[in-house]
């Protein structure tokens, strides 16, 4: 598995544009790739970046597992908040499901539009590095 060290250069959502430049062959020319940003890294960030491999069953449990259980996790919270509120028990659990639902809905929408179709290969941020912590470069004779 391929493993660079690059630098954040843009940001926009879940994704991240990061210039590679350590870790390249010697010889090799430095790249900007397109990377799954789930450091949340921010402009600037020196980071690791890999290539990662989901596959294609696991992509469609995650998306139709996500919205559901988040339905599940609303409904709870909706319990649990309902002696604080004046409505029915009922009334609360539902709305505690349908707005979390929502929201699991669109964040499972969102990983499936920016992982699983990329058929399951994609560049993803899996570190980064604080000012002064890079580790040393590796010369290669």
Partial sequence: MERYIGIVTAV??????VRIERGLKKGEKPRILDCWNTCEAKNGTYVEVEEQTLD?????????????????????????VSRYLPFDLGVTIFIGAVVWGLLGFQYARTFKRDVTSRRGKQWAITGYYTEGMLPEERVES
């Fill in 12 to 17: 926009s959502g879940q994704r991240a544009k």
């Fill in 56 to 80: 294609e069953r696991q992509g469609k449990w995650i998306v139709r597992g996500i919205p559901l259980l988040t339905l599940l996790a609303g409904a709870v919270f909706g319990r649990a």
